[in-house]
T-cell receptor
Framework: AQSVTQLDSQVPVFEEAPVELRCNYS??????LFWYVQYPNQGLQLLLK??????LVKGINGFEAEFNKSQTSFHLRKPSVHISDTAEYFC????????????FGKGTKLSVKP | ETGVTQTPRHLVMGMTNKKSLKCEQH?????MYWYKQSAKKPLELMFV???????ENNSVPSRFSPECPNSSHLFLHLHTLQPEDSALYLC????????????FGPGTRLTVT
């Protein structure tokens, strides 16, 4: 069965430092990949998505992610974080070409400190 | 209103109560979803509706009963819940089931006492 692993449950980082949130998935077929962000007391908001094409995907709020098929990874990066980036980040995958469901990781809590 | 809205935002209910959660999407989408979000667990898909037809029930207990009267509205009827049902219930919608991204509402924080 499809699964998504977010290796870090919590990532503390100082403001203006770079950050990488890791996501690995298990699938041998083509996939669609998503990153969502959840701010406190809110629902999930789509940050970026990979459907096809360029493996480097740019999203909102200065985030980007790179699809690596050989490593089955889709890590999220930002070169310089702000206090306002403090939130929980979820990676999700769906098998391509199907009406399969989104499978979510357990989430990574990013804490940005001044 | 824009996007996906959910009411109420917070709900406290006893184990013998009956209540309903409401979701409305203003995006013209045809698929709607209920998810359960519990601490330290991945989001759990509960139900999927596509063009008003239920296409998925992920082994959800019968004390949760969904209803989708049209493509814009989705309800989750609750009765005789257990304390372990306390969670954030998220509604989402997408253009159709499949490759399209899902848009989420803010959720209803449910506490069962």
């Amino acid at each position: 069965a499809q699964s998504v692993t977010q290796l870090d449950s919590q990532v503390p980082v100082f403001e203006e430092a770079p950050v990488e949130l890791r996501c690995n998935y298990s699938s041998s077929v083509s996939v669609y990949l998503f990153w969502y962000v959840q701010y406190p007391n809110q629902g999930l908001q789509l940050l970026l998505k990979y459907l096809s094409g360029s493996t480097l995907v740019k999203g909102i709020n200065g985030f980007e992610a790179e699809f690596n098929k050989s490593q089955t990874s889709f890590h999220l990066r930002k070169p310089s974080v702000h206090i306002s980036d403090t939130a929980e980040y979820f990676c999700a995958v769906r098998e391509g070409g199907s009406q399969g469901n989104l499978i979510f990781g357990k989430g990574t809590k990013l804490s940005v400190k001044p | 209103e824009t996007g996906v809205t959910q009411t109420p935002r917070h709900l406290v209910m006893g184990m013998t109560n009956k209540k309903s959660l409401k979701c409305e999407q203003h995006l013209g989408h045809n698929a709607m979803y209920w998810y359960k979000q519990s601490a330290k667990k991945p989001l759990e898909l509960m139900f999927v509706y596509n063009f008003k037809e239920q296409t998925e029930n992920n082994s959800v207990p019968s004390r949760f009963s969904p209803e989708c009267p049209n493509s814009s509205h989705l309800f989750l009827h609750l009765h005789t819940l257990q304390p372990e049902d306390s969670a954030l219930y998220l509604c989402a919608s997408s253009q159709e089931r499949g490759r399209y991204e899902q848009y989420f509402g803010p959720g209803t924080r449910l506490t069962v006492t």
